[in-house]
């Protein structure tokens, strides 16, 4: 069993002890997630017992889930606050798939070199999940997520879905957990990245997730295709595009693009009313290239305001949220 450090990592709007809601109770209103945090911060012995966030110079993980929390917060236009419900800190590596567990001193080793790291490099999900009691938490509505934090190499997914009924969510469904009654995510940061990184995660389990609502629907009505619809998919059509591509990039991450071009990206902010003139944009629209600003441009976009139609939430955050809901 792995040894962890546990205390209450607390945000500003805590509201102490809750349910998650059931599927049905889902609304418009404020929501409050709930967060097991587990980090991974193993100490190196050679490097006079330190963490290896110090050793390495990392991003504090604290500093960062406060303001990735501030940032889906403002995203979704204060809908969604998620809650760190119970905090850990792991002085351990964790178990690859095949058994393998890194040693301190040669992780460190291997950073520094650049070389040498363990594969295959995917971390052991269901011995985490074991070890920290998270389907037993699922199931009672103790919490509704799971965050592992990290370092490079730690072997995990961006995000990855378990549950019942589990899809694709930027990774393969994790099997064998659908006695927990509801599908949860398990999302993947490290440590060595900032903010931006983050966003991009949760952006790439939107996708999925938004996708896997749509995947019935077909031409006008698959509005997520339309919402993902940049320059060079939609030559002149472009719409918001996707975590990859603003709607006049040419390539992958080509968030810093000065060339303007036709976009309908405002007509989503009267959803479920989509209408407008296209507008002639470029990346000062969204942050002159800074991944965490055009992320956060992105997500602002969203639909959320209240009610359904054609039995589709006119707010597709519930859909990040909580994935049961299909």
């Known amino acids: 069993m792995v040894r962890a450090i546990r205390s209450l990592f607390t945000p500003r709007s805590s509201r102490g002890n809750r349910s998650q809601p059931e599927l049905s109770e889902v609304n418009d209103e404020r929501i409050y997630p709930r967060v097991l945090l587990i980090i991974y911060n193993p100490t190196i012995p050679a490097q006079r017992g330190r963490r290896l966030v110090d050793v390495l110079g990392w991003n504090k993980p604290d500093d960062l889930v406060r303001q990735y929390i ?16 119970d905090r850990l800190e792991v002085d351990a590596f964790p178990t690859k798939i095949d058994g393998f567990t890194y040693s301190a001193n040669g992780y460190h080793s291997a950073w520094l070199a650049r070389r040498g790291f363990h594969q295959p490099d995917w971390a052991d999900y269901d011995r985490i999940l074991a070890d920290f009691g998270v389907a037993r938490q699922v199931t009672n509505s103790s919490i509704d997520e799971v ?7 730690a072997g995990f997914y961006e995000s990855r879905m378990a549950g019942p009924g589990s899809f694709w969510c930027n990774a393969p469904p994790l099997d064998g957990y659908d006695e927990v009654g509801r599908r949860f995510v398990i999302m993947g940061f490290n ?7 983050m966003l991009e995660s949760y952006g790439h ?7 896997h609502t749509f995947r019935n629907r077909r031409g006008t009505d698959n509005l997520w295709d339309r919402f993902t619809r940049h320059d060079l998919s939609h030559p002149g059509r472009a719409e918001v595009g996707n975590v990859h591509f603003a709607p006049n990039s040419r390539k992958d991450y080509d968030w810093g ?3 303007k071009v036709p ?4 007509s989503w902010y009267g959803y479920p009313e989509i209408q407008g003139a296209p507008r002639m944009v470029n990346c000062q629209e969204w942050g002159n290239g800074n991944t965490r600003q055009h992320h956060l441009w992105w997500f602002r976009h969203f639909p959320h305001s209240a009610g359904a139609e054609n039995g589709v939430y006119h707010n597709w955050w519930r859909y990040l949220v909580y994935p049961g809901l299909d």
Do not use: H, Q, T
């Not at 389990?205 to 996708?211: D, H, K, L, N, P």
């Not at 976009?263 to 405002?266: A, E, R, T, W």
């Open 70 to 85: 501030e940032d889906i917060d403002f995203a979704s236009y204060g809908y969604c606050r998620y809650e760190i419900v």
């Open 147 to 153: 965050w592992l934090f990290a370092f490079p190499y």
């Open 191 to 197: 440590y060595e990245r900032g903010v931006g990184e």
């Open 205 to 211: 389990r939107a996708e999925s997730i938004m996708a």
């Open 257 to 259: 693009n000065m060339e």
């Open 263 to 266: 976009s309908l990206c405002d």
